[in-house]
Nanobody, 121 residues
Framework: QLQASGGGLVQAGGSLRLSCAAS????????RAWFRQAPGKEREFVAA????????YYADSVKGRFTISRDNAKNTVYLQMNSLKPEDTAVYYC????????????????WGQGTLVTVSS
């Protein structure tokens, strides 16, 4: 099970760090990712880290501003979000990567409950 936390209200230009902690039985998987869903929009890929070589992927909209990282000892993945913009406002979800297209929702399972990020202008 995944637990996302760290969301909140921040002004444009500010920063937040999200955490995605795994607990319970660990299923075989290839990594973990963050997605987000803004009101009235589809859930979209944000960032992923693939185990093994530690390959990292970002959506173009967050490159240079967001950083995904992991703490193996805590079985936790983080998303450091800097230079936040109002368009980053969304519920952020983490999920387990089961393989395939890293940017596609169908490649993920065990979605956490989400954490709300609100960026004011």
């Amino acid at each position: 099970q995944l637990q996302a936390s760290g969301g909140g209200l921040v002004q444009a230009g500010g920063s937040l760090r999200l955490s995605c902690a795994a607990s319970g039985r660990t299923v075989s998987n290839y990594g973990r990712a963050w997605f987000r869903q803004a009101p009235g929009k589809e859930r979209e890929f944000v960032a992923a880290v693939v185990w093994g070589r530690g390959t990292i992927y970002y959506a173009d909209s967050v490159k240079g501003r967001f950083t995904i990282s992991r703490d193996n000892a805590k079985n936790t993945v983080y998303l450091q979000m800097n230079s936040l913009k109002p368009e980053d406002t969304a519920v952020y979800y983490c999920a387990v990567f089961l393989g395939g297209d890293y940017s596609a929702r169908r490649s993920y399972d065990y979605w956490g409950q989400g954490t709300l990020v609100t960026v004011s202008s």
